[in-house]
C-alpha cells in the first residue's frame, strides 16, 4: 500500500509538471502570436512612414522648384528694369548729342 500511495504521489507530481508544461507552451504561443502582431505592426508602420517621407520629398521639390522660378521670375524683372534703364539712358544721352549736334550745326 505503500507502494501505491507513492506511485499516486509521482503520478500527481507528474500530472502537475504536465500542466505546467502545457501552461508554458500556450503562455509561448500567446507571445508567439503577439509577436507577429507586432512585427505586422512594424511593417505597416514603416510602410506607412516611407510613403509620408516620399510624399515629403515631392513637396519639397516642388517648393523648390517654385522658389527657383520665383527666384528666376525676380532675376529677369531686375535685369529687365536695369536694361531699360540702360536703354533709356542711352536713348537720352543720344538726343542729347542729336541737339547739341543740331545746335552745333
Given amino acids: 500500500t505503500r507502494e501505491v500511495a507513492v506511485l499516486g504521489t509521482e503520478r500527481d507530481a507528474l500530472r502537475a509538471a504536465r500542466d505546467g508544461q502545457n501552461a508554458m507552451i500556450a503562455d ?5 502570436a503577439r509577436m507577429h502582431e507586432v512585427d505586422s505592426a512594424a511593417a505597416a ?9 516620399t ?3 515631392a513637396a519639397a521639390r516642388t517648393q ?11 532675376a ?4 529687365h528694369a536695369a536694361c531699360r534703364a540702360e ?3 542711352t536713348e537720352g ?3 542729347a548729342r542729336l541737339i ?6
Fill in 93 to 95: 544721352r543720344a538726343r
Fill in 55 to 57: 510624399d515629403l520629398e
Fill in 64 to 74: 523648390l522648384t517654385t522658389l527657383c522660378n520665383v527666384e528666376t521670375a525676380a
Fill in 76 to 79: 529677369y524683372a531686375t535685369l
Fill in 45 to 53: 508602420l514603416a510602410h506607412t512612414a516611407r510613403r509620408h517621407l
Fill in 28 to 32: 509561448l504561443t500567446d507571445a508567439t
Fill in 100 to 105: 547739341s549736334t543740331e545746335d552745333g550745326a
Fill in 87 to 89: 536703354a533709356a539712358g
